[in-house]
């Protein structure tokens, strides 16, 4: 078994790169560039989902939180994606001083849409509405320490609510200076085409690793088709992927939302560490780790769908940031490929206790 680059883009006289990526010869990783045609920035092939620094993870050791995010950006990780729902606005808060260090080194994702209630701690609710959009931008930009979000993604769709009309107030801001670059989360590749028409969609934002591929039934193909970037969340499954995990009850704290998702839990966690043999047994032969078997696959599904793919793992330690950043140098062959192929349909639980604002709630 071999590693390599991950980038196999082709580099023209002007020093520039087809979608497939490319490596600029510093050590850092490949990047690829955002969205459809030739006018989005530049990103690392991987991205950083800051989401567990704030929430649902356990307690944090926010100094070993900030190195990570120094780490990221010596790895050549520059997408760094927050929501205005993790920790209440406190990522966003937390991310503002490394933002105001490195504005014009990164690019800067986050998202709108989700609602809470701190009076109902468990209370999400879903909102698209136009007014809703403007209230939400200008509390973003405020925590951030920022006049301009990179890239503003709906990250939940309220199917009650037309795409035109959301959509079409995410476009005002892009006219208006406050956001550049336009994103959705948890679409079919109906919903994509439809937003697309109303306004250029650069990244759609949703779950997809190993143990989750409902995407590949519409979405991956319309963002193929559009040229739209795929940033894939949770691509390692929560963290099942990495193998550390057989029983949430015992392995995980008091604190972390997975001890109640369904895939964590019961009869469903005993199931799903046992799929988890193929992809150890392809670690062992790479000299690699199960979380970076995982992450290659991510990276991969760019060339089998032919777009470009940009996975956020998320990760609190300098070290797993180091680690996941090396997964995009490792290339699986085809009978490694075929091995995990099946592990997507053996899969215990759904991915959420509640299925209803994901996009395969919505597939037809």
Do not use: C
Not at 341 to 348: D, N, R, T
Request: charged share 25%.
């Amino acid at each position: 078994m071999t590693e390599t680059t991950a980038g196999t883009g082709k580099t023209d006289r002007a020093g520039k790169t087809d979608r497939a990526g490319k490596t600029d010869g510093t050590g850092k990783i490949d990047t690829v560039r955002l969205g459809p045609g030739r006018d989005g920035p530049e990103i690392g092939v991987q991205g950083f989902g800051a989401m567990g620094i704030s929430e649902f993870y356990g307690a944090t050791d926010e100094a070993a939180a900030r190195d990570t995010l120094d780490a990221a950006l010596e790895a050549g990780v520059t997408l760094i994606d927050t929501a205005d729902i993790y920790g209440s606005g406190a990522n966003e808060e937390f991310l503002a001083p490394f933002v105001a260090a490195h504005r014009d080194e990164i690019v800067l994702a986050t998202k709108f849409a989700i609602e809470r209630d701190p009076e109902r701690p468990a209370y999400r609710g879903v909102r698209n509405d136009r007014a809703y959009i403007r209230q939400a931008v200008e509390g973003s930009l405020r925590r951030l320490g920022t006049d301009t979000i990179d890239l503003y993604y709906m990250h939940r769709r309220d199917p009650a609510v037309p795409l035109a009309e959301s959509v079409g107030a995410m476009a005002e801001l892009v006219a208006e200076g406050k956001v550049r670059h336009l994103g959705l989360s948890e679409v079919t590749g109906p919903e994509l085409r439809e937003a697309f028409a109303v306004h250029p969609i650069a990244a759609l934002q949703s779950e997809w690793s190993l143990f989750s591929r409902d995407v590949e039934r519409s979405a991956v193909a319309a963002a193929a088709d559009l040229g739209v970037t795929f940033v894939p969340y949770s691509p390692l499954g929560r963290g099942f992927l990495t193998g550390a995990f057989a029983d949430a009850g015992k392995d995980l704290s008091d604190g972390d939302f997975r001890r109640h998702q369904p895939r964590f839990t019961g009869e469903n966690a005993e199931r799903n560490a046992a799929l988890l043999d193929p992809v150890r047994k392809i670690a062992a032969a790479h000299g690699a780790t199960p979380a970076q078997i995982a992450l290659a696959w991510v990276q991969q599904r760019a060339a089998v769908h032919g777009l470009t793919v940009v996975p956020i793992p998320g990760t609190r330690k300098r070290s797993r940031l180091e680690e996941n950043a090396a997964a995009t140098r490792i290339a699986l062959d085809a009978a490694e490929l075929a091995a995990l192929e099946p592990l997507a349909g053996l899969v215990a639980g759904d991915r959420y206790p509640d299925m209803s604002f994901t996009s395969a709630a919505r597939e037809a």
